[in-house]
C-alpha cells in the first residue's frame, strides 16, 4: 500500500485570504442536523475514501453535532444542494475546516473556490479567530490542494501516513 500524503495549511490573517469570485446563487446555510451532516459526511466524501465516521451511529452524530464549539454550513446553488463544510472552533483562536467538499454532481461547475471563500468568510466572523486552517490528502479531489493554496492558505507541515 502507497503512502497517502497529507498537507496542512492555515490563514493566519484576513490579509492572506484572497477570495475567489463567488456564484450570485451560491450561499451558505448554517444547519444544526445530525442526519445531514451524515447524509453529506457519506455522499461528499464517497469518492474521497473518507472512511473514519462511516460507522458511526446516530448518537455519535449527534454528539458531535451538537457541540456548541462545531459549525455547520450546507452549500445551495441555485436552490440546489451543492456541499457542505463543517468547522469546529478550538482554542487559541483557531477554526479549523474539518470537512469541506461538493456533492459528485456539482464537481466541475466552477463553484469550489466560491463556496470556499464563504466558508473562510464565515470561519472569520467567529469571534475570536485568529488563525482558519485545515488538512487535504493525495485521495482527496485533484483540485482541492489548488484551491486551498488559491485563496491563501500557506502550508506549515505534511505528513505521509
Known amino acids: 500500500m502507497k503512502g497517502i500524503k497529507v498537507w496542512y495549511l492555515e490563514i493566519t490573517g484576513t490579509e492572506q485570504f484572497i477570495p ?26 464517497g469518492n474521497w475514501q473518507w472512511i473514519d465516521r462511516l460507522d458511526w451511529t446516530d448518537s455519535q452524530w449527534k454528539k458531535w453535532v451538537n457541540r456548541e464549539n462545531l459549525k455547520t454550513w450546507v452549500a445551495h446553488l441555485g436552490g440546489e444542494e451543492a456541499g457542505y463544510v463543517e468547522m469546529e472552533i478550538q482554542k487559541g483562536g483557531s477554526i ?23 466558508a473562510v468568510q464565515k470561519a472569520w466572523k467567529i469571534d475570536g479567530t485568529q488563525r482558519v486552517w485545515l488538512h487535504t490528502c493525495s485521495e482527496d479531489h485533484p483540485h482541492a490542494l489548488g484551491n486551498y493554496e488559491k485563496r491563501g492558505f500557506r502550508l506549515f507541515k505534511t505528513e505521509v501516513i
Do not use: H, W
Open 20 to 45: 475567489s469570485k463567488v456564484a450570485a446563487d451560491l450561499e451558505l446555510r448554517q444547519i444544526e442536523d445530525a442526519a445531514i451532516n451524515a447524509r453529506f459526511y457519506r455522499e461528499v466524501g
Open 96 to 118: 479549523e475546516i474539518v470537512y469541506f467538499g461538493l456533492l459528485p454532481l456539482m464537481i466541475g461547475k466552477g463553484i469550489g473556490g466560491g463556496m470556499l471563500s464563504l
